[in-house]
């Protein structure tokens, strides 16, 4: 049972006030951890401005502050999924108390956006990667095309007939030899010339990476999971009471708890 829900039940409307409170303290909290910090940034064509962030540590600090206050709470999780501009710090904990789990569930989302660094390096970086992709724009497509030619002679010297780009792709896929002489063919006729464009590419990007700045945008407000999947930036704070071992009762009822176990949970949440 999750609290917060409407319930006719009295033991789990006591809980739900109990709740609220927390939730209340939760939020003042959330409000502490995400104040705006202005940082200088730099936008791709080298404007600089001011830009709101803010601490993304204070808030995995203050899990690691849960987890570490709830000692007689077990720590199921605690994980972020990394994706590129949504992602999700959260933390999971359990207590049991007789026959019945409380579970602890706390979310944050928020969106990532990433700006540069106001450094002249990363002006200096970027026209050295225009400058190199202009010198190799030509080069890397006669070289492409030169490899196209060594991987049509080299199958064809090896039986194949007829050939086309879905067959081309199945060979391959079934052949890792075929693929292994085709690739050291290609480097032999073209110097390597064509990994080392490639190569030099991506480390100019790896270079530019460097002097990337995450900015984090996060509401301090309590969302719920269905806003949470649709990706609404904020919080979720989750309490459930459940009993173990009765996955059958979809109803939950304080009915059969006794008056001891019901003060241990009230303690517990």
Not at 67 to 79: D, F, G, R, V
Not at 216 to 244: A, K
Request: glycine share 2%; with cysteine; net charge negative.
């Amino acid at each position: 049972m999750r609290l917060g829900l409407d319930t006719e039940d009295k033991f789990l409307i006591k809980l739900n006030e109990i709740n609220e409170q927390i939730q209340d303290i939760f939020l003042i909290e959330a409000k502490k951890m995400t104040e705006k910090i202005p940082v200088d940034v730099m936008l791709q064509d080298g404007t600089a401005k001011k830009q709101d962030t803010c601490s993304m540590e204070m808030i995995k600090a203050f899990y690691d502050k849960i987890a570490k206050k709830l000692t007689n709470w077990t720590l199921q999780t605690i994980s972020t999924t990394n994706n590129e501009d949504l992602r999700r710090d959260f933390i999971k904990m359990h207590a049991i108390v007789d026959d019945y789990r409380i579970l602890l569930h706390i979310s944050t989302q928020y969106h990532v956006l990433l700006y540069y660094k106001p450094d002249y390096q990363v002006m200096k970086k970027q026209k050295e990667l225009a400058d190199f992709l202009t010198m190799t724009e030509k080069n890397e497509k006669k070289l492409a095309e030169k490899s196209d030619q060594v991987i049509l002679k080299k199958l064809k010297d090896e039986g194949y007939k007829d050939l086309n780009p879905e067959n081309l792709f199945e060979i391959f896929f079934k052949d890792d030899k075929i693929m292994e002489n085709v690739t050291k063919e290609i480097d032999k006729q073209t110097d390597g010339d064509l990994n080392k464009i490639y190569e030099q590419k991506q480390s100019l990007l790896k270079e530019l990476d460097n002097f990337l700045l995450e900015i984090y945008q996060i509401e301090p407000v309590l969302i719920d999971e269905t806003r949470l999947v649709t990706g609404e930036e904020g919080f979720v704070f989750n309490l459930d009471v459940e009993q173990i071992n009765d996955e059958q009762s979809k109803q939950f009822s304080s009915d059969k708890m006794s008056e001891e176990i019901k003060k241990n949970i009230t303690v517990r949440v």
